[in-house]
């Protein structure tokens, strides 16, 4: 009998543990390569970000990446990620992956990193914020006002994250 341990309140997984969620969740494999694309645009942008001495909370920015798409599989995935991170009792973790769709505007700063890396990759490829959303209109049937609303507030989160 395997004795589970409760995360400590507002802990961040490792990335090791991060990999054991993912398997243990059953995620498909291109969705973890997606994710680790994904963690690859997240630290490129802390890197920039660290070069022009701005602090980010850099482990729970890579759990993110890494965790965000956990139950893509799923209906419902950022909801049924986020809770299931709230309930592992990692809460810092869990609002930004709750933020990191389409329904929720991310307010952090660690949010909108992830928010907009994962705006950036496109399965397993880095692309434009257009070609992004050109794909996520089709593939989520997503309205031209509403996804028009989304493509100016990724633009917005870009200019900001380029400007510090």
Do not use: W
């Not at 950022?78 to 809770?83: G, I, N």
């Not at 930004?96 to 769709?101: C, D, F, I, R, S």
Request: glycine fraction near 4%; proline fraction near 3%; charged fraction near 35%.
């Amino acid at each position: 009998m395997v004795k589970q341990v409760a995360a400590k309140k507002d802990s961040i997984p490792a990335k090791k543990e991060c990999y054991k969620l993912l398997k243990e969740n059953k995620t498909p494999d291109n969705i973890i390569k997606h994710s680790e694309v994904v963690l690859r645009v997240v630290l490129n942008i802390i890197k920039k970000l660290e070069k022009k001495g701005i602090k980010t909370d850099k482990n729970l920015v890579v759990s993110a990446a890494l965790l965000h798409d956990m139950f893509k599989h799923k209906p419902n995935h950022v909801s049924a990620c986020e809770k299931y991170l709230k309930n592992k009792g990692y809460a810092k973790l869990a609002k930004v992956v709750g933020e990191h769709g389409l329904r929720k505007l991310p307010k952090s700063l660690e949010s909108k990193i992830m928010f907009y890396a994962d705006k950036r990759v496109n399965e397993d490829k880095v692309v434009s914020l257009e070609k992004r959303f050109e794909y996520l209109k089709k593939r989520y049937s997503i309205p031209e006002k509403e996804i028009g609303r989304l493509y100016k507030f990724a633009k917005k989160v870009e200019n900001e994250l380029k400007g510090f």
